[in-house]
Nanobody, 124 residues
């Protein structure tokens, strides 16, 4: 059974930084495409970033490009999201997701497994 556990969320001021982590278990992490999504109150879940199995290919939403960095350490079964220059509009629950499917990495329907989410709140 796959488990994805996020950590690292919290409250930060505008311009601050946070690093989210997602630790995976249950299937071979090193062959999975991993993604981060977020959902703000009253809004749909949206794509934030994704990374291929090797870490050589990364993808970002325009709204976070240049501020967020996705990375992974396969030997630790861990995915990261470094978030810098945070803005109030980044406030959301952030979810880690995993897929072994072929599909759009921007579409949450492509992902097979999800974590429980971690809250990120950016105060103005």
């Amino acid at each position: 059974q796959v488990q994805l556990v996020e950590s690292g969320g919290g409250l930060v001021q505008t311009g601050g930084s946070l690093r989210l982590s997602c630790t995976a278990s249950g299937r071979t992490f090193s062959t999975a495409t991993m993604g981060w999504f977020r959902q703000a109150p009253g809004k749909d879940r949206e794509f934030v970033s994704a990374i291929n199995w090797s870490g050589r290919s990364t993808y970002y939403a325009d709204s976070v490009k240049g501020r967020f960095t996705i990375s992974r350490i396969n030997a630790k079964n861990t995915l990261y999201l470094q978030m810098n220059s945070l803005k109030p509009e980044d406030t959301a629950v952030y979810y880690c997701a995993q897929t072994y499917s072929v599909g759009s990495i921007y579409d949450d329907r492509t992902y097979d497994y999800w974590g429980q989410g971690t809250q990120v709140t950016v105060s103005s």
